[in-house]
Every structure is written in structure tokens, then in C-alpha cells.
């Protein structure tokens, strides 16, 4: 179920994820909060429908989804923790 940005006032972000494809993909694309259920979701924003190609573009999604949440922080495979260093981010 997707919400407003107001439903994670007061949340604790828990983890940072990345999602593997092919072992090459490192971007943060899951921060899962507090309250085991709300996580953003960023994606790449569609070439067909963005045009400015000098400029790099992300949807900001934000879901409420126990079973979704669970998922995501178990399969530490699938969806590896990102560490967050001085603006940098490490796998």
C-alpha cells in the first residue's frame, strides 16, 4: 500500500538496502524504518517519460507492507545492507 511522506514522521530509519542484479548493483533502493512496515522505494525514474538526460531522476515511493518490510531485511542475498560513510556508500 503506497502513502503520503507524513506516514514516517517520527520513524527511525533500521537499514539501508541495495537490491543485486547480476552482482553489479549497489544503489540504495530500500530504507526501512521503525515500525516494521514502512519502507521508501526509489527507483530510476523511466527513460520514455523523463527527457532532460543530463540530469539523474528518482521516484520516491513510500509503502506500508509488513510481509514486503519482512522480506526485504531477510534475504541479506537478494538485498544487501548498505553502510553509509561521510556521504559515501559502501556494500
Known sequence: ???????????????IRTIR??????????????????????????????HDASTSAREIIVCQNEEEWKRIFENKKRYPKLEVKQGKVYV
Open 1 to 15: 500500500m503506497i502513502h503520503g511522506i507524513n506516514s514516517i514522521i517520527g520513524l527511525k530509519v533500521v537499514d
Open 21 to 50: 542484479i547480476h552482482f553489479t548493483k549497489n544503489d540504495p533502493v530500500y530504507i526501512l524504518f521503525s515500525d516494521k512496515k514502512t519502507y521508501i522505494q526509489l527507483e530510476e525514474q523511466d527513460y520514455c517519460s523523463f
